[in-house]
């Protein structure tokens, strides 16, 4: 009998869902209950700033890496803050691998798709791997994977089955620093009236992939969108294609094997569901409240962690809390 685990733990992060899922990390930086909205807003800019341009500057490092030019533009991104009066603009590299891009997108697409999931219900989170792998071999595992998944999908759990699945599937990929391997796998969010849908998608799966797979390493458990706990299932799902600071350290080596064989594809895809369109979807854009209403070209400065003002003056006057400090420390000394 094939065994497959059902995890039934709850997480330990409990925080309301749009507010969580749209930033990167906590503010524990900015606790004063007298600072604004907005202020809090470029707090927590500042905080995926300093991740995003530490990441960066190893990253160009990288020596022949076909994604050096989109790793620069990264080290650029919101590198000036204009400001005019109370309204501000930046440039963004909209690179995945950037914590302030992968912030705004993880916001896009958890409003884009979280009412549809919320609507439909009865929610399955979903984790299906294969066997870890060399860096030369990473590319073509996650084209493996997505081509068996849809082979799955059309050919056998429809076919056979009768089972369409609804929901969405993403492609990411670990680092083993001691094995220096990679272990691609899927994040799926699947919706069905039927726990039996989920056990046959597995099942089917390990027959598809019967002698590179670990039959330990799929999971599978039900979310439930009522409780705040379960939400962070979604915000694993759409946060990140690789988690770039581990506890092996960072190596921007490593990243740039993920980043660039999943160069070119959709990490995130939909299945039998639709986005919402963006302008049904509210945004609004936060004023500068917290400065003089002026005119400021606002340079970003890793060393202040903060963007200066060509008098020397701070705009967030952000500082890392010990916690964002250590893991600053392990990007700037990479393995």
Known sequence: MTKIKVNTKQSKE????????AQLGTLSESKAKDLSKSHKHFLKKSRKKAFSYG??????????????????????????????????????????????????????????????????????????????????????????????????QHNTLRKKHG???????????????????FNPHMHLVLSTDNIHDVYTLIYEWLNYFPDTTDRDGQHMRPIDLENED??????????????????????????????????????????????IPKEERKH??????????KTEIWEYNYTAKDWIASDGKNFTGYKPDAKTKKLLKRIDNPI
């Open 230 to 275: 379960d939400n962070s299932y979604l915000l694993e799902l759409f946060k990140y294609a690789s988690k770039t600071v581990t506890k092996d350290g960072f190596s921007p080596e490593a990243q740039d094997v993920i980043y660039t064989a999943l160069k070119g594809s959709r990490a995130i895809q939909p299945m039998g569901i639709k986005k």
């Open 55 to 152: 990441i960066a500057r190893h990253l160009v490092g990288v020596q022949d890496s076909a994604l050096h030019k989109a790793y620069v533009s990264t080290l650029y991104c919101n590198n000036i803050i204009l400001q005019d009066g109370p309204k501000a603009s930046t440039k963004y590299c909209k690179q995945r691998w950037c914590p302030i891009c992968n912030g705004i997108r993880t916001a896009d697409l958890i409003n884009g798709y979280y009412p549809t999931l919320k609507q439909l219900g009865n929610l399955y989170f979903v984790t299906l791997t294969k066997q870890s792998v060399k860096a030369n071999d990473l590319k073509q595992t996650f084209k493996v994977m997505r081509n068996g998944l849809r082979h799955i």
């Open 284 to 293: 609004v854009d936060l004023p500068i409240d917290f400065q003089p209403m």
């Open 14 to 21: 409990s925080t309301a869902l749009l507010d969580k899922l």
């Open 163 to 181: 089972i369409k699945l609804i929901g969405i599937r993403k492609v990411e990929s670990n680092y083993n620093a001691n094995e220096e391997t």
